[in-house]
């Protein structure tokens, strides 16, 4: 698009959010976080195709004035990357909150389905894992090390490795949200029965413990990663099925900016999970039990604050600032 269309495309909604910004014309908290969000969309759209171009700088301004107002702060970092991790991913979250959940519903019923039919059949835990790997794991059970196949490889190799291989489901999970939802169902079924299979096996062997403060080392940020990215591939599919008063192909625009913003955000957690795996995961048996079950509830306490209670706690500054206009 050239820059003279984009500014007249846009000119309209910029003009009527800064007067409803300084006005106080918004007629709730919702319409004021939405048009926040979308004002940062023009301008990172800007900042990409424009480089050069003067409204950059009037969109940067705006954003920043409006994010004062709401903030109520006499000074406060406007940069990009600070405002993408602190308020736009949250209230994007906020905003989609409903298709979170749904991830997490069809994630856990997934993981049920695999733990009964594990349960129930002697040779669905081969089906779903492999014979190679379901071999090499008892054979580590017998030998005192249910987590070995965690050890093989080098640090450097293993991270790079298995980051790689978690950002291809995550990427592959939004993507496939383009067939309405059911692309993202799909992997997220994949990998809910893999996990239920998974733990069953351990539970069955009799070491889901020491299973469970090895594995969830690193589990704990990949899991939580996978079904929010579940929940970005949703978003996709609703876009599309569900455009409201929208028409389908500007519904579907905003699902995929919204959506590959939920995506960004989880890379982060990748790595680290990533990380751990490769280089904190081996030496679980080596430590103390405080200490693995220490390094669990803080990955899973770090992510869960992210995208479960940060998102409404910046919500609610909002919904406060906007009481006070």
């Known amino acids: 698009m050239r820059e003279v269309a984009f500014i007249k495309q846009n000119?309209?909604?910029?003009?009527?959010?800064?007067?409803?910004?300084?006005?106080?014309?918004?007629?709730?908290?919702?319409?004021?976080?939405?048009?926040?969000?979308h004002l940062i969309n023009d301008l990172a759209y800007a900042q990409t195709y424009y480089p050069k171009s003067k409204v950059i700088k009037y969109l940067n301004q705006l954003a920043a004035k409006a994010f004062q107002k709401i903030y109520r702060t006499k000074r406060q970092d406007t940069n990009r990357f600070v405002t993408f991790?602190?308020?736009?991913?949250p209230l994007i979250v906020y905003q989609y909150r409903r298709y979170v959940a749904y991830a997490f519903i069809l994630f856990l019923s997934f993981v049920a389905i695999g733990v009964i039919s594990a349960a129930n059949d002697d040779a669905f835990i081969r089906l779903i894992l492999g014979d190679d790997y379901v071999n090499k794991t008892l054979e580590?059970?017998?030998?005192?090390?249910?987590?070995?196949?965690?050890?093989?490889g080098s640090n450097w190799g293993s991270f790079i490795g298995i980051t790689l291989n978690n950002l291809y489901v995550g990427i592959r999970s939004f993507i496939y949200g383009v067939f309405g939802g059911l692309g993202t169902a799909w992997v997220l079924l994949q990998n809910g029965i893999m996990l239920g299979a998974f733990q069953y096996m351990f539970q069955a062997e009799g070491v889901l413990w020491e299973s469970i403060r090895g594995i969830w080392i690193h589990g704990a940020m990949e899991i939580f990663a996978i079904v929010v990215e579940g929940a970005a591939g949703l978003v996709l599919g609703a876009s599309i099925l569900f455009p409201k008063t929208l028409s389908r192909k500007e519904s579907f625009k905003i699902g995929v900016k919204d959506g590959v913003k939920i995506l960004i955000s989880t890379f982060p957690f990748t790595f680290a999970a990533g990380f751990l795996e490769g280089f904190v995961t081996r030496y679980s048996n080596a430590m103390p039990h405080f200490l693995s079950v220490g390094i669990i509830l803080l990955t899973l306490g770090i992510i869960s604050y992210y995208y479960l209670i940060y998102p409404k706690t910046v919500y609610k500054k909002l919904q406060k600032a906007y009481a006070t206009l």
Do not use: M, T
């Open 85 to 89: 991790w602190k308020v736009e991913v």
């Open 140 to 152: 580590n059970i017998q030998n005192g090390d249910p987590v070995a196949i965690y050890k093989s």
């Open 11 to 37: 000119k309209e909604k910029w003009l009527s959010f800064e007067k409803a910004i300084f006005n106080n014309r918004f007629k709730d908290p919702d319409d004021l976080a939405s048009q926040y969000v």
